[in-house]
């Protein structure tokens, strides 16, 4: 998916480790998304960012934080890793809000967290 | 309360067969977009189709059909004479107008496996 790219694909933390993840996209979409995927939960919205210089909680926010650092750039933050927060995380984007196109994913980074 | 059910975990089917994924949806917006999409055992998740609110018009790409019912709250996707190929975890998705960002919302996916 060569429009969202996340970094790195894969990590292994341990507890009380920080770590940032890494979203770029090339595309000029305004909005920009973290999501986690869990056995048997689906994908759910952690952070998003509607525009630069904006963001705000998704569902699941509790032990990340996120900064939209320009257009192009989205990062998901975890202050001290739990293991928990072992999971596939998604980052996405949209372009228009108001329209029927759907979200570009990245590749998803894998995160375990021992 | 859960807006997306895919009430079907997990589908086991023999290739040839035909196999429908339901998913049924909650919402009071009226103007809203569903969305299915595909995660290959690779990991990646591929868009497959989206549907507006006011189009209610079934769709046929190849294999796949799609068929929407606003009356029911449904968007159910039929696969015939599944593939192996086909295994993998299938999405659905919902997004409405009012919701601020604009996310989507996820179904917990069904995982379909097709055996030769």
């Known amino acids: 998916n060569a429009g969202v790219t996340q970094t790195p694909k894969f990590q292994v933390l341990k507890t009380g480790q920080s770590m940032t993840l890494q979203c770029a996209q090339d595309m000029n979409h305004n909005s920009m998304y973290w999501y986690r995927q869990d056995p048997g939960m689906g994908l759910r919205l952690i952070y998003y960012s509607a525009s630069e210089g904006t963001t705000d909680k998704g569902e699941v926010p509790n032990g990340y934080n996120v900064s939209r650092l320009n257009k192009r750039e989205f990062s998901l933050r975890l202050e001290s890793a739990a293991p928990s927060q072992t999971s596939v995380y998604f980052c996405?984007?949209?372009?228009?809000?108001?329209?029927?196109?759907?979200?570009?994913f990245g590749d998803g980074t894998r995160l375990s967290i021992l | 309360a859960q807006k997306v059910t895919q009430a079907q975990t997990e589908i086991s089917v023999v290739e040839k067969e035909d196999v429908t994924l339901d998913c049924v949806y909650e919402?009071?917006?009226?103007?809203?977009?569903l969305f299915w999409y595909k995660q290959p055992p690779s990991g990646e998740l591929v868009f497959l189709i989206r549907r507006n609110s006011f189009d209610e018009q079934n769709e046929i790409s190849g294999r796949y059909s799609w068929n929407f019912q606003k009356s029911t709250s449904s968007f159910n996707f039929t696969i015939t004479a599944s593939q192996v190929v086909d295994s993998a975890v299938y999405f659905c998705?919902?997004?409405?107008?009012?919701?601020?960002?604009?996310?989507?919302?996820f179904g917990k996916g069904t995982t379909l496996s097709v055996s030769s």
């Open positions: 996405a984007t949209l372009g228009q809000r108001n329209s029927n196109q759907p979200q570009h």
């Open positions: 998705a919902l997004r409405e107008d009012y919701q601020a960002g604009t996310a989507l919302i």
């Open positions: 919402t009071r917006d009226t103007t809203y977009y």
